[in-house]
Nanobody
Framework: QVQLVESGGGLVQPGGSLRLSCAAA????????MGWYRQAPGKQRELVAS???????NYVDSVKGRFIISRDNARNTVSLQMNSLKPEDTAVYYC???????????????WGQGTQVTVSS
């Protein structure tokens, strides 16, 4: 059983910073990609940032230059440093991982439970 456990959400003023963290726990053979998605009320879930096992990153245009995704392969963790936060960044943020639980199993996609980020004065 694989679980993604998130932490770090909360309320912050515009222009502030928050750091989200996610740890993958359980039976894990290999993690290929980890990332963060977000879903605002009334909107579809969107990819915010992702990072592969070799460190290649991808960001949605709206967060480029403000958010930084990083990963610790040894600890199976991924973090999202969010700077210069804007009200439009308000959403529930979900950790995501594409991984093989065992060598003989295919890759599956796993999700965290979500953490609320609210940017408001």
């Amino acid at each position: 059983q694989v679980q993604l456990v998130e932490s770090g959400g909360g309320l912050v003023q515009p222009g502030g910073s928050l750091r989200l963290s996610c740890a993958a726990a359980g039976s894990i053979f290999k993690i290929y990609v980890m990332g963060w998605y977000r879903q605002a009320p009334g909107k579809q879930r969107e990819l915010v940032a992702s990072i592969t096992s070799d460190g290649s990153t991808n960001y949605v245009d709206s967060v480029k230059g403000r958010f930084i995704i990083s990963r610790d392969n040894a600890r199976n963790t991924v973090s999202l440093q969010m700077n210069s936060l804007k009200p439009e960044d308000t959403a529930v943020y979900y950790c995501n991982a594409g991984l093989q639980p065992e060598r003989w199993m295919p890759m599956y996609t796993y999700w965290g439970q979500g953490t609320q980020v609210t940017v408001s004065s």
